[in-house]
């Protein structure tokens, strides 16, 4: 069974500085990660993909994660938090063989400080 | 087409009353997602939807819940006697064939049970 854990319900971050945010995941074969956002009262935007090409992946609003295979990790990073950045940020793995359902992780409020 | 419809957006019910939901996709997708997200939590899923045949349930989906997709084109997602716990967002995805495609997601579809 596939999973998704996402350390730290809340980060708090100062205008400008860098985010980081953390997944972990659990899948018994190749998985596809993802990152979403979410603004209030809204749906689910997608700010990238990893499908098992290169192992840093760029998204939009110039977020980026690195698929680590050793350490089970896709942390989601940005050097320089913006306003505008503050959301739900939640991590989503889709593991082959499982019709493309989405397994999410509990998300990560994302807060920032001018 | 501009993306993933769900109406209504806002449902306020009474306990033991019926809803429906609905949810067009974008055109070319044939897959389509239903899951269910509640306060604090990441999304969690429920069905989906390859054309019209429903392919996969969770068992988060009683028997008080049913999906349909009959034409393969727009889905409803009916509650029957509805209870506090049903209370949530209902959001609904779509996607192209295959198990790590691109799902996008609708704005959702908040109910509120009282």
């Known amino acids: 069974a596939q999973s998704v854990t996402q350390l730290g319900s809340h980060v708090s971050v100062s205008e400008g500085a860098l985010v980081l945010l953390r997944c972990n995941y659990s899948s018994s074969v190749p998985p596809y990660l993802f990152w979403y956002v979410q603004y209030p009262n809204q749906g689910l935007q997608l700010l990238l993909k990893y499908t098992s090409a290169a192992t840093l992946v760029k998204g939009i609003n110039d977020f980026e994660a690195e698929f680590k295979k050793s350490e089970t990790s896709f942390h989601l990073t940005k050097p320089s938090a913006h306003m505008s950045d503050a959301a739900e940020y939640f991590c989503a793995v889709n593991s082959m063989g499982q019709g493309g359902k989405l397994i999410f992780g509990q998300g990560t409020e994302l807060s920032v400080k001018p | 087409d501009t993306g993933v419809s769900q109406n209504p957006r806002h449902k306020i019910t009474k306990r033991g009353q019926n809803v429906t939901f609905r949810c067009d996709p974008i055109s070319e997708h044939n897959r389509l997602y239903w899951y269910r997200q509640t306060l604090g939590q990441g999304p969690e899923f429920l069905t989906y939807?390859?054309?019209?045949?429903?392919?996969?349930k969770s068992r988060l989906l009683s028997d008080r819940f049913s999906a349909e997709r009959p034409k393969g084109s727009f889905s409803t997602l009916e509650i029957q006697r509805t209870e506090q716990g049903d209370s949530a967002m209902y959001l609904c995805?779509?996607?192209?064939?295959?198990?790590?495609?691109?799902?996008?997601f609708g704005q959702g579809t908040r109910l509120t049970v009282v």
């Open positions: 995805a779509s996607s192209f064939p295959g198990d790590g495609t691109l799902a996008f």
């Open positions: 939807f390859q054309n019209e045949a429903q392919l996969e």
